[in-house]
């Protein structure tokens, strides 16, 4: 197998604005740390792979598929999977009420970027030899944001590769929004994964950021703070472990690479009226007034309202969202890498670590269709709940699509 990674600098040149909160409408004021389009090809005699990580909030299933079509034939490529790390402080490619207005001239920056990556990728394939590692219930930086005792569905996985013992790249994959910086911040930044590729690349090579089954998880309960200090901690925490992970894998040869995709269909799930959502964030808003803002039960409460101004933005955005879905699967050997769209909930990622072991859930993936909730989750209403347009079932559906593409390979 021949592999080749790069990154080329995405960081726009002018204010846009920064997506992922609701109560931000501000455009950024500067730049804290650039981000970056990550790119990687995989080959295997006349067959090519990429894979892409963005430092964006989110990408649309129109814009991933304009890059998808364009750069296949543009450059001869049999598959490319594109995906988001979902930072809050950075720009999206998309346009949602609550998410902002996606920029032309980004959009065809970051094209510009891929194009560019892509081209020095295929120049330098290289023949290597490939580790994976996995390791379940880390939890220094990151909780179940629901349910704070539950550590079971966090999973920190890496992919790494070596050209004649010399370290060129790989793939980390955890499952945690990375929401260290807070609604107050207006500097762009990949957030806390920013350090984690850091000091990872200080031993050499490129590697890509992804995130996982994150719906569910983040660093709410773990953060001391929301200051660009902490994010730079709390990275260097798991780039720490990161490395420790790299430096006891074992490196083998990759003998086959195969890859599978399918669009899956699902519902829109059925809103309230404008006249009962007001009804119900009068509610909510009274149910935060009366809670110590000191408690963690404070900031439950608070995305709860949160949840509720998202639904009901709903009813304003129901052309614009998605309920086509793309999936993917590339396989290198035994390790499979999972590619699927928006914010899956852990406990799907779990199952899968469970079944087949060696894998990478890579979420925010080919699109953009909200939260994609397990079946427990319907009734908890939750941020989750209460912001998923999509119908009651659906993750069971889209899991159920995945374990077939799997077993297809």
């Not at 983040?218 to 994010?231: I, V, Y």
């Not at 709903?314 to 993917?328: G, Q, R, Y």
């Not at 406990?347 to 397990?374: A, F, H, M, R, W």
Request: hydrophobic letters at 40%; proline letters at 2%; charged letters at 25%.
């Amino acid at each position: 197998m021949k592999v080749s990674f790069c990154k080329k600098n995405i960081t726009p040149q002018k204010n846009l604005y920064l997506c992922g909160y609701i109560d931000r409408v501000e455009k950024s004021a500067g730049i804290l740390k650039p981000i970056y389009a990550r790119i990687s090809v995989f080959g295997q005699n006349s067959k090519k792979y990429a894979v892409i990580a963005l430092d964006i909030l989110l990408i649309s299933r129109t814009k991933a598929l304009e890059f998808q079509r364009k750069f296949t034939a543009q450059y001869g490529l049999s598959a490319l999977v594109i995906s988001a790390t979902h930072t809050h402080a950075a720009p999206a490619l998309l346009s949602y009420s609550w998410v902002g207005e996606a920029d032309d001239d980004f959009a065809l920056s970051v094209e510009a970027a891929v194009d560019e990556g892509l081209k020095e990728c295929l120049g330098n394939l290289l023949s290597c030899v490939m580790s994976y590692s996995s390791l379940s219930g880390y939890d220094e930086i990151a909780t179940n944001r629901n349910n704070i005792e539950d550590v079971s569905s966090i999973f920190l996985n890496t992919l790494a590769f070596k050209y004649k013992n010399k370290l060129i790249g790989g793939l980390i994959n955890y499952n945690c929004h990375p929401t260290v910086l807070s609604a107050e911040n207006l500097l762009i930044s990949p957030d806390f994964p920013s350090e984690v590729l850091e000091r990872i690349e200080i031993s050499g090579g490129v590697f890509l950021f992804t995130n996982g089954a994150a719906g569910d998880i983040s660093t709410r309960f773990k953060r001391k703070n929301q200051t660009p200090e902490e994010a730079m901690r709390m990275g260097g925490l798991l780039g720490d472990k990161c490395i420790e992970l790299l430096e006891e894998s074992t490196f083998c040869e990759v003998n086959e690479i195969s890859f599978a995709s399918r669009d899956v269909e699902l519902s829109f799930k059925t809103l309230k009226s404008k006249a009962e959502y007001e009804s119900l964030l009068s509610e909510y808003k009274e149910k935060l007034n009366n809670i110590d803002k000191s408690s963690a039960q404070h900031r439950l409460a608070e995305t709860r309202l949160q949840g509720v101004r998202v639904e009901a933005s709903l009813l304003d955005n129901k052309k614009a969202l998605e309920t086509t879905l793309s999936i993917s699967v590339l396989k290198l050997d035994s390790v499979i890498i999972i590619f699927a769209p928006g914010e899956l909930f852990s406990s799907y990622q779990k199952t899968l670590q469970e079944k087949y072991k060696n894998i990478c859930l890579v979420g925010y993936s080919q699109g953009y269709p909200g939260y994609i909730l397990d079946e427990k989750a319907y009734s908890s209403r939750s941020y989750e709940a209460f912001s998923s347009h999509l119908a009651e079932g659906s993750g069971e559906k889209l899991f159920k699509e995945i374990i077939e593409l799997i077993d297809e390979l």
